[in-house]
């Protein structure tokens, strides 16, 4: 079945960087958009980027411009999050999600970062 | 970026009574508009897409309306566990989300 398997948790402190993976199963790698969402404890859901599994092709909500970077590797069909310059309210649940508003969609597990100093 | 509001915040309700949740954008997002249930300690799940149309497997029971900048989501007979946070996303313009309502027990 379509699985998006996420990487552990992570403790980091601020200033440092964190990059969080997701390793998909279950269909074509390439065939579709992957996205990273997260949500800080007891609040919302906030949309974090996006790529293009296909051609690489990537777009990052203005807020995290700059210190977010998705990738992908192909041959591993695994997608990955960079998040740097982390401050503690970047001290959240960070999801990896397919295709999320289409029916085919699936969210992985979650990852939760915890930033302390 | 597009700003999407819900109302309310928090919605008590009786098991086997409707609730109406509301979901504003602040232009028109067309009907690019998906409705997501998540439970506590879980992934949010898909249960409209299209503004209107239910995803796999959702029940009857969940329907969505709108277009534009006005959307609902209606739980038409509540059961226990469709006590949960609800989200909007716009997907119109990149994504959005809304704010959530928390759909509690009266």
């Known amino acids: 079945q379509v699985q998006l398997v996420q990487s552990g948790a992570e403790v980091k402190k601020p200033g440092a960087s964190v990059k969080v993976s997701c390793k998909a199963s279950g269909y074509t790698f390439t065939s579709s958009t992957m996205h990273w969402v997260r949500q800080a404890p007891g609040q919302g859901l906030e949309w974090m980027g996006w790529i293009n599994a296909g051609n690489g092709d990537t777009k990052y909500s203005q807020k995290f411009q700059g210190r977010v970077t998705v990738t992908t590797d192909s041959s591993a069909s695994t997608a990955s999050m960079e998040l740097s310059s982390l401050r503690c309210e970047d001290t959240a649940v960070y999801y990896c999600?397919?295709?999320?508003?289409?029916?085919?969609?699936?969210w992985g597990q979650g990852t939760l970062v915890t930033v302390s100093s | 970026e597009i700003v999407m509001t819900q109302s309310p915040a928090t919605l008590s309700v009786s098991p086997g009574e409707r609730a109406t949740l509301s979901c504003r954008a602040s232009?028109?997002?067309?009907?690019?508009l998906a409705w997501y249930q998540q439970k506590p300690g879980q992934a949010p799940r898909l249960l409209i897409y299209?503004?209107?149309t239910r995803a796999t497997g959702i029940p009857a029971r969940f329907s969505g309306s709108g277009s534009g900048t006005e959307f609902t989501l209606t739980i038409s007979s509540l059961q226990s566990e469709d006590f949960a946070v609800y989200y909007c996303?716009?997907?119109?313009?990149?994504?959005?989300f809304g704010g959530g309502t928390k759909v509690e027990i009266k």
């Open positions: 996303q716009q997907y119109n313009d990149w994504l959005t």
């Open positions: 299209g503004a209107s």
């Open positions: 232009q028109s997002v067309s009907s690019n």
């Open positions: 999600a397919r295709d999320p508003y289409y029916p085919t969609g699936v």
